[in-house]
């Protein structure tokens, strides 16, 4: 059971980001404390606020790793998301909601 518990996975998030430039920006830079994205692979029972299939926010140094199958996941209570990305809304907006 994962009660409060997200399990999310950070495979296909690019550690790479651009400046407003244009210029790439390795992820092997730091700068600060820089949220990272995942998309949430699974939910337990008590979590409220996502499902199977966002996309979060959260802060890469307070997370838990994981192995399942082969493959690497992260374990996060749901008390550490930052934001919960939706699709964008029909007015406009971004669809981020914390």
Known sequence: MLHDRVLVSTEGESGERRSGGGIVIP????????????????????????KVGDRVLFDPEDRAEVEIRGKDYVLLR?????????????????????
């Open 27 to 50: 992820a092997t830079v730091a700068i600060g404390r820089r949220l990272a994205w995942a998309l949430v692979v699974a939910a337990g029972a008590n979590v409220r606020s996502v």
């Open 78 to 98: 749901e008390r550490d998301l930052h934001a919960v990305s939706a699709e964008r809304t029909s007015d406009g907006r971004t669809g981020l909601y914390l």
